[in-house]
Nanobody
Framework: QVQLVESGGGLVQAGGSLRLSCAIS????????MGWFRQAPGKEREFVAT????????NYADSVKGRFTISRDNAKNTMYLQMNSLNPEDTAVYYC?????????????????WGQGTQVTVSS
């Protein structure tokens, strides 16, 4: 059974930074394209970033491009999301997700495995 556990969320002032981590267990981590999604209060869950199994291909939502960086360390079975220049609109629960196969994707339905989420709150 595949398990994903996020960590690193918290409260930060606008303009600050946070790094989220997603630890995966249960299968060979390097087999999976991975992604980050987020859900703000009263809104649907949305795509943030995705990365291929080797870490060479990445893609971002326009709203975070240039501020967020997705990466992974297959030796540590961990994926990361470095978030810089945070603003209150980034406040959300952030989820990591893994696909069984295929290419990195921005579509929520393409992902089979999900973490429980970590709260990120950005104060103005």
């Amino acid at each position: 059974q595949v398990q994903l556990v996020e960590s690193g969320g918290g409260l930060v002032q606008a303009g600050g930074s946070l790094r989220l981590s997603c630890a995966i267990s249960g299968r060979t981590f390097s087999d999976y394209p991975m992604g980050w999604f987020r859900q703000a209060p009263g809104k649907e869950r949305e795509f943030v970033a995705t990365i291929d199994w080797g870490g060479r291909y990445t893609n971002y939502a326009d709203s975070v491009k240039g501020r967020f960086t997705i990466s992974r360390d297959n030796a540590k079975n961990t994926m990361y999301l470095q978030m810089n220049s945070l603003n209150p609109e980034d406040t959300a629960v952030y989820y990591c997700a893994a696909r069984r196969s295929g290419a990195p994707s921005g579509r929520e339905n393409d992902y089979s495995y999900w973490g429980q989420g970590t709260q990120v709150t950005v104060s103005s």
